[in-house]
């Protein structure tokens, strides 16, 4: 990151006096929710230890540095047991406050086609559930011990498509946020007598880089009639991460305008 303070970076908070600094880790951090969601704890004090496929932006836009960004393929399962020992050492009170999984792929077939059942192959199944399930797993076990020390928090970040057919969700990627949330359930009842509490955020159509062409369409079938905010997730994250969440756990909260009604 270049040494002079860029105008639009949120600087955090002043931590109260004798409050012990929160740590959230977040995959996927480069763009959309993950983007916004640093940029949402950042304001609030934390800090964030940022994890992407890329190195970490020169231009980063949050109040963060390099050396809390960590570059990991999490298609890779060795690279990222590498990565989780790497973020171990980055802890040193042995404390993380929340893990934020947000980490996922969305393979598209030629010209932005949806990858059916019949149409995709499984070396792409094996990866889209290597980023999109298997590495939140590996993440959470992982660091257990120090989510445990802190009581913290776990959130995935699912997807209406989890639960029902879209036209453009793939159907490994539809098949693994749906494996995810069950997941989620699991991890809550085992974490649960550790301190840690484990949910889920399901977004529906946000608007980012992911979206495909023609969900302009799908928004007058959406209650609110827009499409949701990266920011808008952000902040559904935060409260589960938070002690306004303290008794909510094992749960997957819908961030769609009403598209599941």
Same mark, same amino acid.
């Given at each position: 990151?270049?040494?002079?303070?860029?105008?639009?970076?949120?600087?955090?908070?002043?931590?109260?006096?004798?409050?012990?600094r929160r740590t959230l880790i977040l995959t996927g951090?480069?763009?959309?929710?993950?983007?916004?969601?640093?940029?949402?704890?950042?304001?609030?004090?934390?800090?964030?230890?940022?994890?992407?496929?890329?190195?970490?932006?020169?231009?980063?836009?949050?109040?963060?540095?390099?050396?809390?960004?960590?570059?990991?393929?999490?298609?890779?399962?060795?690279?990222?047991?590498?990565?989780?020992?790497?973020?171990?050492s980055r802890l040193p009170h042995g404390k993380l406050?929340?893990?934020?999984?947000?980490?996922?792929?969305?393979? +598209?077939?030629?010209?932005?086609?949806?990858?059916?059942? !019949?149409?995709? #192959?499984? &070396? /792409?199944?094996?990866? *889209?559930?290597?980023?999109?399930?298997?590495a939140a797993f590996r993440l959470a076990v992982g660091?257990?011990?120090?989510?445990?020390?802190?009581?913290?928090?776990?959130?995935?970040?699912?997807?209406?498509?989890?639960?029902?057919?879209?036209?453009?969700?793939?159907?490994?990627?539809?098949?693994?946020?749906?494996?995810?949330?069950?997941?989620?359930?699991?991890?809550?009842?085992?974490?649960?007598?550790?301190?840690?509490?484990?949910?889920?955020?399901?977004?529906?159509?946000?608007?980012?880089?992911?979206?495909?062409?023609?969900?302009? +369409?799908?928004?007058?079938?959406?209650?609110?009639?827009? !499409?949701?905010? #990266?920011? &808008? /997730?952000?902040?559904? *994250?935060?409260?589960?991460?938070?002690?306004?969440?303290?008794?909510?756990?094992?749960?997957?909260?819908?961030?769609?305008?009403?598209?599941?009604?």
């Amino acid at each position: 990151m270049s040494s002079h303070k860029h105008p639009s970076k949120p600087q955090p908070e002043p931590k109260p006096e004798g409050e012990e600094r929160r740590t959230l880790i977040l995959t996927g951090a480069s763009r959309g929710i993950g983007h916004a969601t640093v940029k949402r704890f950042s304001s609030a004090g934390w800090r964030v230890i940022t994890c992407s496929r890329h190195p970490f932006p020169e231009d980063c836009p949050w109040f963060a540095g390099p050396e809390d960004h960590i570059q990991v393929d999490l298609a890779n399962p060795a690279d990222t047991a590498r990565a989780v020992a790497e973020m171990r050492s980055r802890l040193p009170h042995g404390k993380l406050h929340a893990l934020v999984n947000n980490a996922g792929i969305s393979p +598209k077939g030629k010209m932005g086609a949806r990858m059916t059942t !019949l149409s995709t #192959p499984m &070396e /792409v199944w094996q990866q *889209v559930f290597e980023v999109n399930f298997f590495a939140a797993f590996r993440l959470a076990v992982g660091l257990r011990e120090e989510l445990e020390a802190a009581k913290g928090a776990i959130v995935n970040v699912t997807s209406i498509a989890g639960s029902r057919v879209l036209p453009f969700a793939g159907s490994a990627y539809a098949s693994s946020k749906a494996a995810l949330a069950a997941l989620t359930r699991e991890m809550a009842a085992d974490f649960g007598p550790l301190g840690v509490r484990v949910n889920a955020i399901a977004p529906g159509e946000i608007d980012t880089a992911i979206l495909s062409p023609g969900t302009d +369409k799908i928004v007058q079938q959406i209650p609110l009639r827009r !499409l949701g905010l #990266p920011e &808008e /997730v952000a902040k559904a *994250v935060y409260y589960l991460c938070t002690e306004q969440s303290s008794y909510v756990t094992g749960a997957e909260l819908h961030v769609n305008g009403g598209q599941h009604v």
